[in-house]
Nanobody
Framework: QAQLRESGGGSVQNGGSLVLFCVASGATYDNNCMGWFHQTPGEGPSAVAT????????YYDDSAKGRFTISRNNAKNTMYLLMNNLTVEDTGMYYC???????????????????????WGQGTLVAVSP
């Protein structure tokens, strides 16, 4: 059974940086969609960045453009999210997700959940203080 495990969250001040890690086990995602989703209390998760692991093509939500960088090391089965110039609006849980069906169509986050075998991590908390 595929599992995703996030790490790297923490507390930073406004303008700070963090790197999030997502390590996959039980499955390889060399030609799939993977992504990072942000969720705040009372709201549903929304995709901030996704990547097609085969081509490396990326998508960023407007809030993340110019500040966040998503990347993937297929050999290590690990995905990363470099977060720069963080603001209090970035506070929340960050979840890693992977699409079970191989695909290059990774725009946005709507691909998640189309298959019962899509994977979702336990989340890592990012807290940005003013």
């Amino acid at each position: 059974q595929a599992q995703l495990r996030e790490s790297g969250g923490g507390s930073v001040q406004n303008g700070g940086s963090l790197v999030l890690f997502c390590v996959a086990s039980g499955a390889t995602y060399d030609n799939n969609c993977m992504g990072w989703f942000h969720q705040t209390p009372g709201e549903g998760p929304s995709a901030v960045a996704t990547i097609a692991t085969g081509s490396g093509r990326t998508y960023y939500d407007d809030s993340a453009k110019g500040r966040f960088t998503i990347s993937r090391n297929n050999a290590k089965n690990t995905m990363y999210l470099l977060m720069n110039n963080l603001t209090v609006e970035d506070t929340g849980m960050y979840y890693c997700a992977a699409r079970f069906v191989p695909s290059e169509d990774c725009y946005g986050g709507g691909w998640y959940g189309q298959n019962a075998k899509d994977a979702w991590g336990q989340g890592t908390l990012v807290a940005v203080s003013p």
